[in-house]
C-alpha cells in the first residue's frame, strides 16, 4: 500500500508546480499603459500618480508604490509623498539618455520600449520609525525590484 501513496503525493507535487506557473498575479499601472507579474507578497500594491518634470521641461508620468498590507502597518507608509515605501515607475517618452543622471533621466532603466521608456526610482527614506515595519517594507521593495522587470505593454 505504499506505493499509490508515494504515486498520490507525486502527483500533488507536479499539480501544485503547473497551477504555480499558470496563476499569476499582474498587477496594471493603466496610468503607464503597462503591467508587471508579482509574487504574492506584492499582489496588494497599492499606488498613487502624478507627474514629474525633468530639466529642459520634459514631463513623465510616474507612480508611487506601497502595498495594503504596509499602509496598515503605519500610515505613513501610503504610497505618496517623496518616499513610497517601494519607489516609483515612471514613462518618459523618447529613448532613455546614454549618459543618464538625475537631471535628464526619470530614474534606472527597466525597459527600452518603442516611442518611450520605463525607469525606476528607489525610495529615498522609511516611511515608518518602527524597525519590523522598516523590515518588511525593505523586503517588498527587493522583492518589487525584481518583478518590475518583468514589465510589459498592457495587451490591447
Do not use: H, W
Not at 109 to 137: H, P, W
Amino acid at each position: 500500500s505504499s506505493q499509490p501513496q508515494q504515486k498520490s503525493e507525486g502527483q500533488t507535487a507536479t499539480d501544485a508546480k503547473s497551477a504555480e506557473k499558470t496563476t499569476k498575479n499582474i498587477i496594471k499601472f493603466k496610468e503607464l499603459g503597462v503591467q508587471i507579474t508579482v509574487p504574492d507578497t506584492l499582489k496588494d500594491i497599492v499606488y498613487s500618480t502624478r507627474d514629474g518634470e525633468l530639466d529642459g521641461g520634459k514631463t513623465f508620468k510616474m507612480v508611487d508604490v506601497s502595498t495594503s498590507s504596509l499602509v496598515a502597518l503605519d500610515s505613513g507608509c501610503k504610497p505618496t509623498g517623496s518616499a513610497p515605501p517601494l519607489g516609483g515607475l515612471s514613462k518618459t517618452t523618447g529613448t532613455y539618455p546614454t549618459n543618464a543622471d538625475n537631471i535628464n533621466s526619470s530614474g534606472s532603466l527597466i525597459k527600452q520600449f518603442k516611442t518611450y521608456y520605463i525607469a525606476y526610482g528607489s525610495r529615498q527614506a522609511y516611511c515608518s520609525d518602527t524597525k519590523s515595519v522598516q523590515d518588511k517594507a525593505e523586503t517588498l521593495r527587493k522583492a518589487f525590484e525584481e518583478a518590475i522587470k518583468t514589465v510589459e505593454e498592457i495587451p490591447a
